[in-house]
């Protein structure tokens, strides 16, 4: 079973830029593809984006495309979020979650999450 852990949370202004990184332990991280979701208060989890095992295929929601960034590097277990031009309602509880499945978007479809770590964007 792979352990997920979030880190690169904070605070930050509209406008500013953050980048979130999820370490996973394990020698198999690179057979899984990775996705990054959000929770804000009150909302269902949402897709954020997603990388397949290679790093060379990424999928974002529409929501952020062209302002973040998934990335991966499997010789340091760890995929980052590159998180541009933050947006108040961009605040949300971000997890990272490895998957099976290439780009998939389902919550269903992770096999692992992470604890999450907190964004939260002020205006």
């Known amino acids: 079973q792979v352990q997920l852990v979030e880190s690169g949370g904070g605070l930050v202004q509209a406008g500013g830029s953050l980048r979130l990184s999820c370490a996973a332990s394990g020698r198999t991280f690179s057979s899984y593809g990775m996705d990054w979701f959000r929770q804000a208060p009150g909302k269902e989890r949402e897709f954020v984006a997603a990388i397949n095992r290679s790093g060379g295929l990424t999928a974002y929601a529409d929501s952020v495309k062209g302002r973040f960034t998934i990335s991966r590097d499997n010789a340091k277990n760890t995929v980052y979020l590159q998180m541009n031009n933050l947006k108040p309602e961009d605040t949300a509880v971000y997890y990272c979650?490895?998957?099976?499945?290439?780009?998939?978007?389902?919550?269903?479809?992770?096999?692992?999450w992470g604890k999450g770590t907190l964004v939260t964007g002020t205006s």
């Open positions: 979650a490895v998957t099976a499945f290439a780009l998939a978007r389902t919550p269903s479809d992770m096999n692992a």
